[in-house]
């Protein structure tokens, strides 16, 4: 039995467009400069991480405030209309039934996420569905790794984290994990910086199969 815990957006479902437009919206209407890393730097922080780097980078507003618009812009998309990636459903299928333990470990909250994957079919199939803000930190710190593989029951070494950023492949691998990277179109300008700190790269889920 192998043990798998999975990002969310961009590796599970197709939302990184959604997520990154609405968040660079946000800046947007607020006339706030950033980077061209500016993905790279949120995808891993969640709402109240990205609240926090936000008001950090001159975004004046309270960091409450900014959690509730991020909600309030994403909860349609999530609910209604975000769909699975491509082979996601089938393969996830195929795992389960072979016997392999299903987890889900991102920095969305759960008033998006646990609709989204209810709506698509495979909330089930996981024995954990966890948001960054059940432990209270983000996927940027290596501790939050290390208290998943603790509340799973393994050792930290013994599960595959599969994101498709760079950032939080690149943190689990330093907490211990066995890290499997994941092609998104928001992320291809990092494949080869995945593929040297990971030790697995997939372009496509069905992948997962055969490794």
Known sequence: MKTYLFDFDGTLVDSMPTYVSVMLKILDENNIKYGTDIVKIITPLGFIGT?????????????????????????????YNIPAKKNVIETLKKLKERGDDLHVLTASPHATLDPCLKRIGIFDMFTNVWSCDDFNTTKADPQIYIKAAERIGKPVGDILFLDDN?????????????????????????????KQIADFYIYDFSELIEM
């Open 166 to 194: 760079y950032n939080a492949d690149k943190t689990a691998k330093e907490a211990g994990m066995q890290v499997c990277g994941v092609y998104d179109d928001t992320s291809k300008d990092y494949i080869d910086e995945m």
């Open 51 to 79: 609240a926090k780097y936000y008001r950090e980078i001159g975004l004046d507003m309270e960091q409450d405030a900014l959690v509730e618009l991020m909600r309030r812009y994403m909860l349609d998309e999530y609910m």
